[in-house]
């Protein structure tokens, strides 16, 4: 890991929290805390050997949203950005979970202990006024279970929360595209299968939709390690809400704030594209062969 910034938030925490699901306020991650993580996505860094491009888009302090791409299964690229950005930006990212996992107590408290809190708009809210940085996934968990015909499709449709709350709060949105995950598994037969019938039944006997069923995955031969496809993440430059803080039709702003931001991550998308194809270390033969100067 290449840290430009060593830095962890050393504000006190804060365990008087408005937040919900009694999340505190502030979070305070000692140098073994984050050393620990380090070392739980340590087996990941070293199989995917992850490029971050454009960090220095993140502004060093006050509020920021970082508004980022789903890859299939949601949660396998993202958790490599949090030490990332910690060491080199001085930022602790808040991530906004999904509601089934902060349901489960066990993995609750490991979210909330690292900064994570539920997804709802009144904790973005407070987040940004507090002048956090927060990271959003726009296509929540439906972007995270694509189908076959959808490899690094963002699915967006109806979804322009993150723009309200950066026209109300003002604070800026840092697009962050990521790639790789797509490429590190196969979808042998999705959700919409039905084989995945019973699958199906029990997601919607939890109470979720049926579109949030899993696709069945191979990663590595026939298992679910990923195969060792470099992962890389680009951050864009700051898009600035106040343009649209003065359209009186809120609903219409937030929607043109959202299409803005999708094809400025897009873009990002395009980029890391283009840059993995001039990459030979893209692959675990070709990362192994770079060791050697060949």
Known sequence: MSHERTAVDDRPSDT??????????????????????????????????????????IPAEGPVLLVGNHNLMGGIDAPLLFPEVLRRRGRLVRGLAENVLIAVPGVRHLLHHYGSVRGTRANCRTLLERGEAVIVFPGGGREAVRRKNEKYALKWEGRTGFAHMAIETGAPIVPVAMIGVDDAYDIVVDGDHPVLRPLRWTVQALGLSRDLTPPLIRGLGPTVIPRPERFYFSFGAPIDPAAWCDIEDRHLAAVDLRDVVRKAL?????????????????????????????
């Open 266 to 294: 897009e873009e990002e998308l395009r980029f890391l594209f283009a840059a993995r194809e001039q990459d030979s270390g893209r692959t675990l033969a070709g990362r192994v062969l770079g060791l050697f100067g060949r």
């Open 16 to 57: 008087t929290s408005s937040l919900s699901d009694g999340a505190p306020l502030s979070i305070s991650l000692t140098e073994p805390e984050l050393r620990l993580l380090e070392a739980a996505l340590a087996p990941l860094r070293a199989w995917t050997s992850p490029r971050f491009l454009g960090m220095e888009h």
